[in-house]
Nanobody, 128 residues
């Protein structure tokens, strides 16, 4: 059974940095698209970043491009989200998600419904 577990959230001042980690267990990590989404209070869940199994296709939300970097280590079954120059509007619950069928179905990185395994989320709070 595939399980997704995030870590690394916390409280940081504006302009600071955090690195989120996400470990996937029970699946063939090297064939899975991994994504990060976030949800702020009162708002819908939104796509943040995604990376394909070979890192050949990486996508970002426009507002985080240039500040956030997604990467993966297939040997450790882990995906990372390095977040720099954080802003108060980045405050949200950040979710890691896995799309385990993209390799055969095709890649839909922005569509949350394409991801079939989700973590519980890790809170990121950016203060003024």
């Amino acid at each position: 059974q595939v399980q997704v577990t995030e870590s690394g959230g916390g409280l940081v001042q504006a302009g600071g940095s955090l690195r989120l980690s996400c470990v996937l267990s029970g699946g063939t990590f090297s064939r899975i698209v991994m994504g990060w989404f976030r949800q702020a209070p009162g708002k819908e869940r939104e796509f943040v970043a995604s990376i394909t199994w070979n890192a050949g296709l990486i996508r970002y939300l426009d507002s985080v491009e240039g500040r956030f970097t997604i990467s993966r280590d297939n040997a450790k079954n882990t995906v990372y989200l390095q977040m720099n120059s954080l802003k108060p509007e980045d405050t949200a619950l950040y979710y890691c998600a896995a799309d385990s069928v993209a390799y055969t179905r095709g890649i839909r990185p922005f569509d949350p419904n394409a991801y079939d395994h989700w973590g519980q989320g890790t809170q990121v709070t950016v203060s003024e």
